[in-house]
T-cell receptor, first 114, second 111 residues
């Protein structure tokens, strides 16, 4: 069974641009969560989608948005990039109704904002 | 969860035991987790413990939970160079699949 796939693996953008990251969950998983990982703040929860609906949201500005498609694939978008948005963005999926012991992570997208 | 704290670095010699400590503040935490992140990879669940347990052992891994002090530890016996990674402690309440993570402890294993 394929794992959680995130594309692209690396991205370099400049301030003010926007970026879209993609996540394909494990087959059969319907919940997708996004996390931002930085050396200073650790792992911070961005948002979670289930059946194309955002169910939970972390404490991030509106420049961070996401969506989920009918096949459970998810994208997150960051508009008007700032230097502080440089981070590893991780996606995780879980089956319906399962707890975090069933949370599977992708390898992440490393975003560098210059 | 509310807040999870853990030390940032730990250095041990190969063959020794490693103990990574974590404290949490959410008294309603039901599940506590340990994840491992190897360089260039995402997080991988190592083990987890229910809040009504004191200890859980899984091969070289031993998790100890002191619920009164809200303290969690992960002991790795016979630490190997392949154990070098970042270890994250996390907690979650009820059936939540949105855990709160600590900042991670970088474990460095040297020969």
């Amino acid at each position: 069974k394929a794992g959680v796939t995130q594309t692209p693996r690396y991205l370099i953008k400049t301030r003010g641009q926007q970026v879209t990251l993609s996540c394909s969950p494990i087959s059969g998983h319907r919940s997708v969560s996004w996390y931002q990982q930085t050396p200073g703040q650790g792992l911070q929860f961005l948002f979670e989608y289930f059946s194309e609906t955002q169910r939970n949201k972390g404490n991030f500005p509106g420049r961070f948005s996401g969506r989920q498609f009918s096949n459970s694939r998810s994208e997150m978008n960051v508009s008007t990039l700032e230097l502080g948005d440089s981070a590893l963005y991780l996606c995780a999926s879980t089956p319906l109704g399962q707890g975090a012991e069933k949370l599977f992570f992708g390898s992440g997208t490393q975003l560098s904002v210059l | 969860g509310e807040d999870v704290e853990q030390s940032l670095f730990l250095s041990v010699r190969e063959g020794d035991s490693s103990v990574i400590n974590c404290t949490y503040t959410d008294s309603s935490s039901t599940y506590l987790y340990w994840y491992k992140q190897e360089p260039g990879a995402g997080l991988q669940l190592l083990t987890y413990i229910f809040s009504n347990m004191d200890m859980k052992q899984d091969q070289r891994l031993t998790v100890l939970l002191n619920k009164k002090d809200k303290h969690l530890s992960l002991r790795i016996a016979d630490t190997q160079t392949g154990d070098s990674a970042i270890y994250f402690c996390a907690d979650a309440s009820g059936g939540s699949y949105i855990p709160t993570f600590g900042r991670g402890t970088s474990l460095i294993v040297h020969p």
